[in-house]
């Protein structure tokens, strides 16, 4: 937080913004070299407040016809404090609506039809906060002022509604079990994004005197995007033998054309720099999306002891409408506008620059430069191979041991709706102008174009007896893509294939298990103390997750770089050779400064978390009153020994030396003025633990539970 001495030095008309920032607690910040920042600490309170009903109907027509009706409602307001300044708090009002009927008509003993008809509601309103800041921001390029006031990015309303209808007929013929039908739905995906400022400074002179470097407003109306999923399939079950089963299957999806019901979107086109007609459509529709399906079981000796199970299919998912909705940027009043085109004269404002807090007037821009994005005319819908392979035995009367290999190939994988899009037009990070054109700022290209791949082998083993039943798992798996994470970027703006590494669900091993033990009863004891007790035990543990290694030196699009390996080698780990969690996980000296017109050769998660482990105990106790109720009594506790499993590591490899060009003194050494970049002092090292509440990630918890049961 900003020290007595700084807050000092702020102009008048910053005094609401400085007195909205908490002053510190904890004394100076030891690692502060301008003297500027006190330490702070405050718990940050977040409230939840759930409210849920359901009912459920079950009827009997006679003997042909059952029908289900089931309806959920759930109401939540979540309260989150996302940020110590003033007023940084979030209110979240949410409700969420499920309607289901359905009914199972009997034609005769071989011939089933099942129809279903349902309703999902899902209305979330998340409103940014700011206090008395609804619409400022504040951030600092190549700065750090600490916190600032200001909302929450993203103030937004979004019901989405869906309605689906799905029918399945089911024929049997001696050995052959034939299947067809039909799930079509209707979805409805609305948005608001509430209207918001960002006021940007260069420096924290500039942000004493009031004098912005950047300004941009981000906001759209409620735009309203609609399509229908179309999915027909058939399918045979066949026993060909009494040892062999066939399963042969197709299924076609045909998505419609995601579209804004008013006809308010338009698509943006990178090749000729403009803006096409309203209502025009985004992208060709995509009619080839047939899946085949195969799967076989076989045992192998006939004694139903041992069997061979294989299967391929492909699948298909729809449009993502994240990507959609984006496009409300190429027909708004937004603005992303900077200091350094008023320099140069590519932007004419009014009011010019210098802007300052608080903007009365939002600025009036020729040309006006806003952000826009293409949705690829030609995108297709993402697919995915899906094959595996296992053999099943029975090791002993109920106990079974199952190894099996499972594979995933996913292609034309959405880029630009939850996940980065392609960037083009990228402003010059020194001079503040685009290459492609200065009537637009960043222009992204959002479609279907990334890729994974996943290899696993899996086995479980899995038993049971009069006392007890276990289930035992482990998994080897091996995961790459490019589809870096949400709010993320590639690396090579314009190039995914350079983040193609270890993907972010890439766990290299998986163990699982649980246990649950019927208690024999005591008969030396009373029957109410001495019967009833079960135990059970779940067991979790796993490899690291992976980390990205990064520095805070931006290559030429503006984006962070990954650093280099010391002379062109490339280790299998940066793991040390004295490695100890949470303090000492990567090794700085095998990476390098990356050359300043590289993105760096070290690959995307080159790094490895810290192992997670974790047992959990639950005690019951089932004690009958009566002849109709029954008491249960549940001890649960949760990391029964209390080990601590720490977060990610920070993977920020460099940063910018503090040091850097000042005079000797006692805080800067000769040695330490003459590196422009040094290593980040937190690398390697976690500050967290994974920090959930309760369930996997907790400490110690310890929970006590009654029911009664009638």
């Known amino acids: 937080m900003l020290n007595a001495a700084q807050r000092a030095k702020f102009v008048p008309a910053m005094a609401p913004v400085v007195a909205a920032i908490p002053k510190g607690n904890l004394g100076p910040d030891p690692k502060d070299t301008t003297g500027n920042f006190d330490l702070y600490s405050a718990n940050l309170i977040d409230t939840l407040r759930e409210d849920t009903g359901s009912v459920r109907i079950d009827w009997n027509h006679g003997d042909k016809d059952k029908f289900y009706l089931r309806y959920n409602i759930g109401d939540s307001y979540t309260s989150t404090t996302y940020g110590p300044a003033v007023g940084q708090v979030a209110p979240t009002p949410a409700r969420t609506q499920f309607l289901k009927i359905s009914n199972t008509h009997t034609f005769s003993p071989t011939l089933l039809n099942e129809a279903g008809f349902g309703i999902n509601s899902d209305d979330v309103e998340s409103y940014g906060g700011g206090g008395a800041f609804p619409v400022i921001s504040f951030s600092c390029f190549f700065c750090n002022f600490g916190v600032a006031p200001g909302p929450a990015t993203f103030s937004s309303i979004r019901p989405q509604t869906s309605y689906q209808y799905i029918d399945t007929l089911t024929k049997i013929w001696g050995r052959q079990t034939f299947k067809a039908g039909a799930d079509i739905r209707h979805n409805l995906s609305d948005e608001e ?138 027909t708004s009043k937004n603005l992303s506008v900077n200091v350094f085109q008023a320099i140069f004269g590519t932007v004419s404002c009014s009011p010019s620059f210098p802007l300052s807090y608080p903007v009365a007037t939002l600025p009036t821009c020729v040309p006006q430069v806003r952000n826009v994005d293409e949705f690829d005319p030609n995108t297709r819908d993402s697919y995915a191979y899906h094959y595996s392979f296992g053999v099943q035995q029975e090791l002993a009367p109920n106990t079974v041991l199952e190894v099996s290999y499972v594979g995933d190939r996913g292609l034309k994988l959405p880029a630009g ?123 979790s543990a796993r490899s690291g997750l992976p980390v990205n290694i990064v520095t805070n030196i931006p290559d030429d699009y ?55 482990a974790q047992v959990d105990l639950a005690l019951m106790k089932h004690t009958p009153i009566g002849e109709k109720w029954n008491v249960e009594f549940r001890a649960d506790l949760f990391n029964i020994a209390n080990h601590p499993n720490f977060a990610n590591p920070d993977g920020n490899a460099f940063v910018t030396n503090p040091c850097y060009g000042k005079p000797v003194s006692t805080s800067c050494s000769a040695a330490q003025v003459i590196p422009l970049y040094v290593t980040d002092p937190g690398f390697g090292r976690s500050t967290t633990t994974i920090n959930n509440t309760i369930g996997i990630g907790t400490s110690r918890q310890v929970q006590f539970s009654i029911k009664i049961i009638r």
Request: without cysteine; aromatic residues 14%; negative net charge.
């Open 193 to 330: 994004l509430g209207l918001q400022e960002f006021l940007s400074y260069g420096s924290i002179g500039d942000f004493e005197i009031n004098n912005g470097f950047a300004f941009g407003t981000l906001g759209n109306p409620m735009t309203r995007i609609r399509n229908t999923n179309w999915d027909f399939f058939v399918e045979d079950d066949v026993r060909l033998s009494r040892t062999f089963t066939l399963n042969l299957g197709v299924r076609y999806e045909y998505n419609s054309v995601l579209h804004e019901k008013n006809g308010q979107l338009a698509n943006f086109d990178i090749a000729t720099q403009t803006v096409g007609p309203l209502g025009a459509p985004l992208y060709k529709p995509d009619y080839n999306n047939f899946g085949p399906r195969v799967g076989l079981s076989w045992d192998p000796f006939g004694h139903g002891k041992s069997v061979v199970r294989a299967g391929f299919g492909v699948f298909y998912n729809p449009q993502l409408t994240g990507a959609v909705f984006s496009l409300t940027d190429n």
């Open 417 to 539: 709706a939850a996940f980065a899009g392609l960037e083009f037009n990228n402003q010059d990070p020194i001079f503040g102008t685009y290459p492609l054109s200065a009537n637009y700022a960043n222009e992204r290209l959002l479609g279907d174009f990334l890729d994974s791949k996943y290899n696993s082998l899996q086995a479980a083993l899995r038993g049971h007896n009069r006392r007890f039943t276990y289930d035992l798992n482990y998994t080897w798996a091996h995961e790459f893509d490019d589809t870096v994470s949400v709010f993320s970027a590639f690396v090579n703006p314009t190039n995914p294939q350079n983040d193609f590494g270890k993907g972010d669900i890439d766990v290299r091993n998986n163990v699982t298990g649980d246990i649950y033990l019927h208690a024999p009863d005591i008969h030396r004891v009373p029957r109410v103390i001495g019967s009833g007790w079960d135990l059970g035990s779940i067991l």
């Open 558 to 612: 503006g984006t962070p770089q990954r650093p280099d390996f010391v002379n062109g080698s490339h280790p299998t780990t940066l793991r040390p050779s004295n490695y100890s969690a949470p303090n000492n996980q990567f090794d700085p000296s095998l990476l390098a400064v990356p050359v300043s017109t590289s993105f760096g050769d070290v690959p995307r998660n080159a790094g490895t978390g810290p192992r997670f």
